[in-house]
Nanobody, 120 residues
Framework: QVQLVESGGGSVQAGGSLRLSCAAS????????VGWFRQAPGQERDFVAA????????YNVDSVKGRFIISRDNVKNTVTLQMNSLKPEDTAVYYC?????????????WGQGTQVTVSS
């Protein structure tokens, strides 16, 4: 069982930066793939980025290319999403999720989400 808690959301002007953190419980966190998703009002939840247990990074290139960076610290049991050059369309609730299957598209564990608001 893994419990995930997101933090770091807030309000920022366009062009600004935010750093989201996902803190995980459990001694086997290093074996999980962790992803970030986001959901804007009235829209479906979208994949943003993921990092495998090997450290291999996957991005939704179309929406976050060159602006977001995902990283993990297996000692601190955290995964961070550094978001730069934010745009109003990045406004959403951001969720982190974890799966024990590195090759799976699905995620078994989800956090409660953190709101990110980008104003123009």
């Amino acid at each position: 069982q893994v419990q995930l808690v997101e933090s770091g959301g807030g309000s920022v002007q366009a062009g600004g930066s935010l750093r989201l953190s996902c803190a995980a419980s459990g001694r086997t966190f290093s074996t999980y793939k962790v992803g970030w998703f986001r959901q804007a009002p009235g829209q479906e939840r979208d994949f943003v980025a993921a990092i495998r247990r090997t450290g291999y990074r996957i991005y939704n290139v179309d929406s976050v290319k060159g602006r977001f960076i995902i990283s993990r610290d297996n000692v601190k049991n955290t995964v961070t999403l550094q978001m730069n050059s934010l745009k109003p369309e990045d406004t959403a609730v951001y969720y982190c999720a974890a799966t024990g299957d590195d090759s799976s598209q699905g995620y078994e564990y989800w956090g409660q989400g953190t709101q990110v608001t980008v104003s123009s």
